[in-house]
């Protein structure tokens, strides 16, 4: 069996073939993973089966090979890329190279010596990171590539269901006794709101690097947009263990963590295992936040009240008292569980929908939809739901007023971009341009696509690339001089916005600005 796997990507069927006819594949211990015209087919095979290396074209339609590049890069962090060229895209060739590839060749000119250079510094450097991982693994220790592998098998299997999983796709402790942990994120709706979805990100990166620190044999995936599924171990099996886990967490991330958890048995039960803690977690919505073990009995009804039968003759009447009666009622009805939260999730939205499908510009209730469902207990549905019962009342009546004002977001726009390095609040913004904090919130996120704090966030990071670029400054005075008062958050969102740390960034741009000036000959 070969060692590494290689992919071809290129439009043109002479130039692929070129390349593969180029190298002895097999005396270099590499086998073709194939070959594509595309780079959306060559993604779908990457996301499928192991590819070491990728040699693609740069200009491509569908999809063009750095967007290729950099979602072959996400999707395993150590495929190693190579650009094909023409001398025409040294530009892109730049780009490339800032995100991360490892080479390039001109297509034109392609001789099988510069190839095959260029293949065996890939395998060096694949070989290296390999003998780096068995040098810190210890026993019994999965490695990093083949628990990645075992990851993206595991997410695949659970969440895209695919029928199972590879023969060789899973650790041997799989086979044994192991205890899955479905993980939700608690406040998320307040982390968004404050810090923003790529802070939330980076969280969620935090939880899975702090389970590896105190279970390094274990496997963790995301599986929803703020969830995790741990697998771990015989060994980290009962309740006392999964606590401190727990405190773990929460310590090394300052968040909070709502934990379902069972027991399984070899790989046929791994889905079953996913299915079975997340209904354990999902008793949170009832209970609070805390560890929920799917064993433990569950209070099971057959039926109870529905909320638009009983709520809407209240909210058509505007009737405060008669509203807070209902939800009472409601949430009294339900308070121990018996139906699933999605269920009451469902019929508040349906609510909403019955009382202003058509009155409210649709985007302002499908995110209204979007807030409900991301409530994390029947209390906090319940509130919610009577606050954006008056709220869509309310922004009916500034849609109109606005209507023939200037844009608010025109006016936010200034505002923010005058003020960015300053401590701003969504508040104050929405107070400066006269518009409520809910109104402002849903019309900014669909006037430029991103909710208010990430905006924030993308013109801090902007900045942080120009100072990083034009100064001296060290990591913590950009850091200060870009808006972020804690340079290690800043660190770690850099990267995950640029694919590189702000130091690594800084070295790109000058070895690119110096090997730009010293190919092209005078600076004039």
């Known amino acids: 069996m070969m060692q590494w796997r290689a992919l071809i990507v290129d439009d043109e069927p002479v130039i692929r073939m070129g390349i593969k006819a180029s190298v ?77 590839a490892i080479d390039y060749i001109l297509k034109h000119t392609l001789e099988p010596e510069e190839l095959l250079l260029v293949i065996r510094k890939c395998k060096e450097l694949l070989v290296e ?99 995790l599924f741990f697998v771990l171990p015989s060994g980290v099996p009962e309740a006392v263990e999964i606590s401190k886990l727990k405190q773990a967490l929460e310590k090394d991330s300052d968040v909070t963590v709502t934990i379902g958890h069972t027991t399984g048995s070899g790989h046929g039960s791994l889905r079953e295992c996913f299915l079975a803690s997340r209904e354990a977690a999902e008793r949170g919505f009832f209970k609070g936040a805390g560890i ?59 609510v909403l929908s019955l009382m202003y499908k058509h009155s409210v510009d649709p985007y302002a209730l499908v995110e209204s939809f979007d807030r409900l469902f991301k409530t994390e207990s029947l209390p906090e549905l319940s509130r919610l739901l009577k606050e954006q019962i008056f709220e869509l009342r309310k922004h009916k009546t500034e ?49 430029t696509g991103h909710n208010f704090i990430d905006y924030v966030i993308l013109l801090r990071v902007q900045k942080a690339r120009e100072l990083l670029v034009t100064t001296d400054l060290k990591v913590y005075e950009v850091a200060e001089q870009s808006g972020f008062n804690d340079v290690k958050y800043f660190s770690k969102l850099f990267k995950k916005m640029t694919g590189c740390s702000p130091v690594d960034y800084r070295d790109k741009q000058m070895a690119s600005a110096d090997g730009f000036w010293g190919a092209g000959g005078n600076a004039e």
């Open 129 to 227: 990171e390999q003998r780096k991982e068995r040098l810190h693994q210890r026993p019994n220790e999965m490695s990093v590539r083949d628990r990645m592998r075992f990851e993206q098998e595991l997410k695949r299997h659970l969440v895209h269901r695919t029928e199972h999983l590879p023969e060789d796709g899973y650790p041997s402790w799989v086979m044994g006794l192991y205890r899955a942990m479905y993980v939700k994120l608690n406040r998320v709706y307040a982390i968004e709101e404050q810090q923003g979805y790529l802070f939330k990100s980076v969280l969620l990166d935090q939880l899975v690097d702090s389970f590896y620190r105190v279970v390094p044999n274990g496997v963790a995936i995301q599986t929803a947009e703020n969830e």
């Open 24 to 100: 002895d594949w097999a005396a270099e211990q590499i086998e073709l993973a194939g070959d594509c015209a595309n780079g959306a087919e060559a993604l779908e095979v990457i996301a499928r089966e192991s590819v070491h290396i990728l040699i693609t074209d740069i200009k491509m339609p569908i999809m063009d090979g750095l967007t290729l590049a950099s979602r072959a890069m996400a999707v395993n962090p150590r495929i190693k890329v190579v650009l094909v060229s023409s001398y025409n895209d040294f530009e892109y060739v730049r780009q490339g190279l800032k995100i991360g």
């Open 292 to 350: 929920y073990d799917h064993r433990d009995p569950v209070y099971v009804r057959a039926a109870g009240k529905r909320l638009p039968s009983t709520l809407l003759p209240y909210a058509a009447d505007e009737d405060e008292s008669g509203i807070d009666r209902s939800l009472r009622e409601w949430c009294s009805e339900w308070e121990n569980g018996g139906i699933s939260p999605a269920v009451l999730k469902e019929e508040a939205c349906r």
């Open 399 to 447: 849609v109109q007023t606005n209507q023939a004002a200037r844009n608010p977001i025109d006016r936010a726009l200034d505002y923010i971009n005058a003020r960015y390095l300053e401590s701003l609040t969504l508040q104050e913004v929405a107070d400066a341009v006269h518009v409520s904090k809910n109104y402002f919130s849903i019309l900014f996120k669909k006037i």
